[in-house]
């Protein structure tokens, strides 16, 4: 079942363009055409507007919380070229940090695994793809890639932090040695795997299946398994999984979840990685399960919210 | 940002929207001449690979052309997949119009040219396809001609109406975006006249009688059925005007900026508010039409740009063919030119240095180079957000099961203009319904200490053999004279035992008479009369003399004392000198064992020790191990020699004889032998033992082992046999809940993320040791904590199982405790995970 639970009216003045909760799932941030973002507090079905922050001079298309334990922080990222990091302090949000450095739309934001430090990965329509690391003391580091994707990079997602090798076989004291890698999508209908070796960014992998835009991937959380698992979709309509068994994580492999009549602006895993919501032009979200035998079933059409959730029955074909 | 460059000098097209990849036409120009004069007509296609970083475009086909072209368009039009790449349609000099097959120039096929006709009069500059019929063709000439051909039937054009008068050249034909049947033409005059081909005739002329517009292109709207742009190539009027069909008196706006004569536009299809015009003032706008606002300006590019296209499948290239003979593709979204300039530059200079058309042994003058742009031009990119970035929709997971929905609602009646939804809908998504159910029954089930019916229930629901047993286990361990009661389960129940010997003996034999050969298990089970567990006494070597005692005593009449030299005589010798020893040594070696283990008892308890050991060192029958070992109340020995195949027997006898202290061992060792030397069903019974132990780690663990726990009911049926393994030796014992082990704290984990997952918070944090030194419990349990909102009321709430980081400059000097409003914690513990990481706190 998908049951709406609370209905929030942002009261924003345009298109809303993104809408994410926090770690806890106890506030809502949202953002929009009209420049502003919004964050509500949403616990127990209520609604409260806690912050409607100004700073952005053009359409903010994404925001993204940082991990509780750098404080309350959001990042938010707009058609100004900007990229803003907020911060609550004393009960107030106020801008700690901003990013002037893309030439163009900064279309996507997204938090390192919080294991890592406060990085923020930020791809845009330069190209570019930059990483915003905090070092203390109110600075930050900034490392560029640029030419990630020719003619925009549309979106950014870390892969979950996995150490090689065993938690336990770390020697204690130390800083586990974190392999750091994140994918992103873009105008050239690719998906690009970067990893960081040596404090510099390189393409580890370019993953081919899209024919054209790639707006969305989203890397699924950890299930303590070896297979790494994206999601993608396009403006071309399909969607696609990738898996990669390999601990060198060489060897990608797509399976296509379904081809849509509409482009698909965004996937979206649950915590547990099990489910994947995607969400189309067609203004449908659909929620996709992998059934036993290795088939993407959609178990859910929801419409303003609601659904039924069907059950994955044997022989099931991903028939939508 | 320039992406891509070719040189030529020729009209360019780019294909259909559906096509992938994205391939470019160009056709030797028929207006033009490059430095080498040729007159030669070549139709190229290159594949535009935005994948690949470099300026270049990678030829795909070239197809030698009898005519060089005024216009080339590019249709889907195509017979079946193998003809799928569409039509390129070419206007020539002379009234030729040429068809060619796409998929037959990349391919280099025989017949790339499909079709031929020289029907116009004059140069064939105006080309459109039908958008909604990819077979329509339109195209337009000189003296007013317009033919309008059918592709499936490319031999005789029709007209849309009477020829206007007075004749005059055609510089555009275009289809209506909204309404098929709907085509209009543009004339140098400035006049455009509007057909309708159900009518076969002209519906509407516009023309703003200021006789100074020139027309040089025209699109209709690509939404708006009724409008329709056309630009002036007049140096006195470099404008674009606005038409609306329903007031056709006079335009509705006019875009002013260009300072010469307008040469092209193209009205985006993916974002109606973005025309991109070319002119003679050698620059390249982006108009934002509605609001008549320049969005967007190339930096002035040398020469004139005779030709912009925006590119119809990837919405924010364009492409300009220009008189310099390049043809550049550029984004609208901004970026640095500097270094593809350079290269470019550097090509032209190249170029010409190694050209001298004139054989004079001089190169020509370098006219037409760029200047070399040393510093970084950045292009702005457009200043109107462009619709296809403009995501409209979107949706995303948060914590709990929760689902973030938003987007546009789809009014039915106008479609086109769709509301903006203000609001962002939060649901609760909930898959595993089955799996929910189970999981409240056990809850209630812990929560009321009603165990036992819980257990009843799940013996009777069971629909596998070993899942049944697990239960009665389960259930049995709960309740009162469990060993007794575990025996049964196992199949040694003592009163139908008892009726067995009885029956075997025959009726009226006393109980005690009957043999140590006898069934082994009723000698198991007989002791245990009486006493429950405390099964000690009677295994012991005093209970057995009284026994033997009791033999000797019915038997031996009167007393004779041999004194031969025989076996018999020796003994009774040893005897009467009190060596018993040796007495028993003599029995022994004449198998006389009775007779050694009489005269051990009476040499004392280290003499029957040793004489029992003997006796079962050479005495080897089916049970005599079985014996061995309880005489010596060896249980060890049992659990470790005995054959896996009878664990059931072996844990019987664990349940008979052994003492409370180490029963538990007892029984997690012989699990663990199944464990590790039994195969298949036999391993998996182990679990049988743990139960009987109370091991719960161990129980998960073997459970683990040998069942699949990744889904969320295989994760149920493991999770309800341990709590309820957990809770009951908690009630027995009156002990707190034991600690996890790491199995176990593994699946206790899985099993309250899933719950928290499918929103059931609560009862996830039920599950999660308060005092837990596992990072992920405590992660977990701070998460829930908090998702949780409110309704936790005033409880504290666990520690923040992170090592907190300020971020901001340090003249703040407030700690993060107290700036935030976040689910707060005192205690700040220090992370395993994290431990190089230093709080940055001032």
């Known amino acids: ?320 | 940002m320039k992406l891509k460059e070719i040189e030529r000098t020729a009209v360019q097209v780019w294909s259909p929207a559906s096509n992938h990849p994205i391939y470019l036409a160009t056709g030797t120009s028929a207006q033009q001449l490059d430095a080498s004069f040729s007159t030669n007509a070549t139709l190229e296609i290159f594949e535009i690979d935005f994948r690949d970083p470099s300026l270049d475009m990678k030829c795909r086909g070239i197809l030698p052309a009898s005519n060089r072209f005024h216009k080339l368009i590019w249709g889907s039009f195509g017979n079946g997949p193998s003809d799928s790449s569409g039509v390129i349609a070419g206007g020539g000099d002379n009234g030729v119009l040429t068809l060619f097959s796409a998929t037959q120039v990349l391919t280099s096929g025989t017949e790339p040219v499909i079709g031929r006709r020289e029907m116009h009069t004059g140069p064939v500059r105006a080309l459109d396809f039908n958008s909604f019929q990819c077979n329509l063709l339109a195209s337009g000439a000189n003296s007013s001609e317009i033919y309008i051909w059918d592709l499936n039937n490319f031999s005789v054009p029709m007209t849309p109406g009477a020829k206007s008068q007075p004749q005059e050249d055609i510089s555009a034909v275009s289809w209506n975006r909204q309404v098929q049947h709907i085509l209009s033409s543009a004339h140098p005059s400035g006049k455009a006249i509007v057909w309708d081909l159900r009518k076969n005739e002209p519906i509407i002329k516009i023309s703003d009688h200021s006789n100074r517009m020139h027309c040089s292109g025209m699109a209709w709207h690509p939404e708006v059925a009724t409008q329709l742009v056309l630009s002036s190539e007049d140096d006195r009027m470099p404008v674009i005007q606005i038409w609306d069909l329903r007031f056709a008196t006079s335009p509705l706006s006019q875009l002013e900026g260009h300072t010469r004569g307008v040469l092209s536009i193209s009205w985006c299809q993916a974002d109606p508010e973005l025309l991109l015009s070319s002119a003679k003032d050698n620059r390249i706008l982006c108009w934002n039409p509605c609001i008549g606002e320049v969005i967007y300006e190339l930096p002035t590019q040398s020469q004139w740009c005779f030709d912009v296209q925006w590119c119809p499948r990837n919405p924010s290239v364009f492409s300009a063919a220009s008189f310099d003979g390049w043809i550049n593709v550029y984004s609208v979204m901004g970026g640095s030119l500097a270094a593809q300039q350079k290269t470019q530059a550097d090509k032209i200079s190249s170029s010409f240095n190694n050209l001298d058309p004139f054989g004079m042994g001089q190169t020509l003058p370098p006219l037409q180079v760029p200047e070399q742009v040393a510093q970084t031009t950045l292009v702005p990119p457009l200043k109107k957000p462009p619709k296809w970035l403009r995501r409209p929709v979107g949706v995303s997971f948060a914590f709990g099961g929760k689902l973030i929905t938003f987007g546009l609602t789809k009014a039915p009646a106008q479609q086109m203009q769709q509301i903006p939804l203000r609001q962002v809908f939060i649901s609760q998504v909930v898959t595993e319904t089955e799996f929910l159910a189970r999981s409240r029954e056990l809850q209630t089930a812990l929560q009321s200490g009603n165990l036992l019916d819980y257990c009843q229930s799940k013996i009777q629901a069971a629909q596998l053999q070993f899942e049944e047993n697990l239960w009665n286990f389960l259930k049995v361990n709960m309740e009162s004279e469990s060993r007794t009661k575990l025996l049964k389960l196992l199949g040694y129940s003592k009163e139908e035992l008892q009726k067995k010997i009885t029956s075997c003996l025959g009726n009226g034999i006393p109980e005690k008479q009957h043999f140590p050969e006898a069934d082994g298990l009723a000698r198991a089970a007989q002791p245990a009369q009486g006493s429950k567990c405390s099964v000690t006494e009677v295994g012991t070597a005093s209970s057995s003399s009284g026994f033997f005692d009791s033999l000797v005593s019915q038997d031996m009449s009167t007393l004779e004392i041999l004194v031969t030299t025989d076996t018999d005589g020796l003994i009774s010798q040893a005897l009467l000198v009190g060596n018993f020893a040796g007495a028993v040594e003599l029995c022994m070696r004449a198998d006389r064992f009775a007779d050694a283990i009489i005269l051990a008892i009476a040499g004392g308890e280290t003499l029957l020790r040793e004489t029992q050991m003997q006796y079962f060192a050479k005495r080897k029958t089916k049970i005599s191990q079985l014996l061995s070992s309880i005489v010596q109340q060896n249980w060890r020995d049992v659990i470790c020699t005995c054959d896996l195949q009878s664990w059931k027997e072996a844990l019987a006898i664990l349940l008979t004889y052994s003492r409370q202290e180490e029963y538990a061992q007892l029984c997690d060792m012989l699990g663990a032998r199944l464990e590790s030397e039994g195969e298949g069903v036999l391993s998996s019974e182990a679990c049988l033992c743990y139960i009987s132990s109370g091991n719960v780690e161990r129980l998960a663990k073997c459970w683990v082992k040998n069942h699949e726990t990744s889904s969320p009911l295989a994760l149920q049926d493991l999770v309800e046999k341990v709590m309820v393994l957990s809770r009951s030796i908690e009630m027995l014992r009156g002990s707190t809940r034991p600690t996890l082990g790491p199995v176990l704290t593994e699946q206790v984990t899985q099993y309250a993320s899933l719950l928290a997952s499918q929103g059931c918070l609560a009862a996830a944090m039920s599950y999660l040791p308060h005092s837990s030194d596992e990072l992920l419990i405590q992660q977990l349990r701070d998460r829930v904590f908090h998702a949780q909102g409110e309704s936790m009321g005033n409880q504290q709430p666990p520690p923040f199982p992170y090592a907190r980081v300020h971020v901001g400059p340090v003249s703040h000097p407030l700690p993060a405790a107290k700036s935030s409003s976040a689910p707060e914690a005192s205690a700040r513990r220090q992370s395993p995970r994290h431990p190089a990481k230093v709080s940055l706190k001032a």
């Open chain 1, 1 to 320: 079942m998908v049951s709406v639970i609370n209905t929030v009216d942002t009261s924003h003045e345009d298109m809303i363009h993104d809408a994410q909760m926090d770690y806890y799932g106890t506030r809502l941030a949202t953002c929009s055409s009209d420049r502003s973002v919004k964050i509500f507090d949403v616990r127990n079905g209520g609604q409260i507007l806690i912050a409607d922050l100004r700073g952005h001079e053009g359409p903010v298309w994404q925001v993204a919380w940082a991990h509780p334990m750098y404080g309350n922080i959001l990042a938010s990222c707009s058609y100004d070229r900007k990229i803003i990091v907020w911060k609550e302090e004393n009960g107030t949000w106020e801008k700690t940090y901003e990013y002037t450095g893309h030439d163009s739309s900064v279309n996507s934001v997204c938090w390192a695994p919080h294991d890592y430090g406060l990085i923020l990965a930020c791809g845009s329509s330069d190209g570019a793809i930059s990483l915003l690391s905090y070092t203390g003391d109110g600075q930050w580091e900034i490392k560029k890639i640029s030419n990630a994707h020719t003619i925009g990079c549309n979106a950014v997602s870390w892969a979950p932090a996995v150490v090689p090798g065993s938690l336990i076989d770390q020697p204690s004291g130390q800083k586990p040695n974190y392999i750091k890698r994140f994918a992103s999508g873009g105008c050239d209908n690719l998906i690009k795997i970067w990893k960081e070796e040596d404090g510099q960014w390189k393409e580890e992998q370019k993953l081919e299946a899209h024919s054209d835009w790639v707006r969305d991937v989203a890397w699924a959380p950890s299930i303590g398994l070896p297979t790494s698992t994206i999601a993608s979709c396009s403006q071309d309509g399909r969607v696609f999984i990738w898996t990669c068994d390999d601990a060198s994580g060489n060897s990608w492999s797509p399976k296509l979840l379904h081809k849509f009549n509409d482009v698909v602006w965004h996937v979206s895993w649950s915590i547990t990685a099990n489910i994947l919501a995607v969400s189309g032009g067609d203004n449908k979200v659909t929620l996709w399960k992998e059934s036993v035998d290795g088939l993407w079933v959609c178990i859910s059409d929801v419409n303003k919210g609601q659904g039924a959730v069907s059950a994955i029955t044997e022989g099931q074909q991903n028939e939508q």
